[in-house]
């Protein structure tokens, strides 16, 4: 079953940002925002999700990593 989906965006970016948003919403990143590492596992999520939005994304040898 396929469906179309129109997407209303400006970039590429924007893209990644929301999917950014929806993982770390789904995996709870945003319950640790005063974790000192919550900077830095925010913006390697957004990188990323910009890889993957791009297609460079690189996926590992091992598929359980």
Do not use: P
């Not at 995996?27 to 596992?41: I, Q, V, W």
């Not at 910009?50 to 598929?63: F, H, I, P, Q």
């Amino acid at each position: 079953m396929t469906e179309k989906i129109e997407l209303k965006t400006s970039s590429i970016q924007d893209v990644a940002l929301k999917l950014t948003e929806t993982i770390a919403s789904s995996e709870n990143l945003y319950a640790n925002k005063k974790d000192s590492d919550f900077r830095k596992k925010y913006l390697d999520l957004y990188a990323e999700c910009l890889d993957a939005v791009t297609g460079n994304r690189k996926y590992s040898e091992d598929k359980n990593t």
